[in-house]
């Protein structure tokens, strides 16, 4: 069962990934993925976010612990046991099941001088939704945003294709 979980992760790339610029302080990445659900399905399956993040890219290892408060001002977080945990992204915008907007700084960033902004789109099609990640971060990256862009790509790429497997 393990094997048919893993095979449908690698099937459920996302439809576009590309780094559509960077230079030595800012990039852009973008990713979409087509689901066969209705927006405000899609927009219900983004949000259960500890079912389709990878707990390779948290820092407890335990997608349980993660959790998504779409309303301006909740939070992207993460229980770490206790009262330790990490805000991973903040939500400044969300009109449900159209879009959604967070800021903050993913993974190796959050140590850096950078300010990220996640805009998620749910995106109507004929027979579903297109989901479109676009992630801009700007600021001090020791000078090598250009070189961390396609990295984040990847790893962006991989939770969306991770969502698209579990938005069925």
Not at 33 to 53: M, N
Not at 97 to 106: A, E, F, H, I, N
Not at 121 to 126: L, M
């Amino acid at each position: 069962m393990k094997y048919l979980a893993a095979i449908a992760v690698l099937i459920s790339v996302p439809a576009t990934a590309e780094v559509v610029s960077a230079d030595a302080h800012d990039f852009e990445v973008r990713e979409s993925v087509q689901t066969k659900l209705a927006p405000a399905a899609a927009w219900a399956a983004f949000l259960q976010i500890g079912r389709w993040w990878s707990a390779e890219h948290s820092y407890s290892g335990n997608t349980s612990n993660l959790s998504l408060d779409a309303r301006p001002g909740g939070c992207f977080c993460e229980r770490i046991g206790g009262s330790s945990g990490v805000e991973h992204m903040r939500v400044a915008v969300a009109l449900p099941p159209k879009r959604l907007v967070m800021t903050g700084s993913l993974g190796p960033l959050l140590y850096e001088g950078t300010n990220g902004i996640m805009d998620v789109t749910f995106d109507p099609v004929a027979d579903g939704t297109t989901v479109r990640i676009d992630y801009r971060t700007s600021g001090f990256v020791h000078a090598n945003a250009d070189k961390l862009a396609p990295a984040v790509d990847h790893v962006l790429a991989q939770q969306l294709g991770r969502y698209a497997a579990a938005a069925r």
